[in-house]
């Protein structure tokens, strides 16, 4: 299993960027996808979840109404778009697959929020 995240960078608030996760050496039209993030100090925590059809995405409730998740099952992608940025969303953002029972993740890519 491979995730490679990307889009991260330097963004000022009220401003979007948009996070890949390109994955590999598993099916993944078959599995939830995960967005987590983890900020300086502090555990890392679920952003959103996307079932293998691309249905029924769940969010953190500090991110609804903001971050949209969605997937690619054709370019085995996930993606999570991030509108209205706020200094506070500042973290690693990470791509995650639990696959027989184990937890796979990216090495994340980071987005920072600020003026």
């Known amino acids: 299993v491979q995730l490679v995240e990307s889009g991260g960078g330097l963004v000022q608030p009220g401003g979007s960027l948009r996070l890949s996760c390109a994955a590999s050496?598993?099916?993944?039209?078959?599995?939830?996808m995960k967005w987590y993030r983890q900020a300086p100090g502090k555990e890392r925590e679920l952003v959103a979840i996307i079932a293998p059809a691309g249905t029924s995405p769940t969010y953190a409730d500090s991110m609804k109404g903001r971050f949209t998740i969605s997937r690619d099952n054709t370019k085995n992608t996930v993606y999570l778009q991030m509108n209205s940025l706020k200094p506070e969303d500042t973290a690693g953002y990470y791509c995650n697959v639990r696959k027989g029972g184990l937890d796979y993740w990216g090495r994340g890519t980071q987005v920072t929020v600020s003026s």
């Open positions: 050496g598993f099916t993944f039209s078959s599995f939830n």
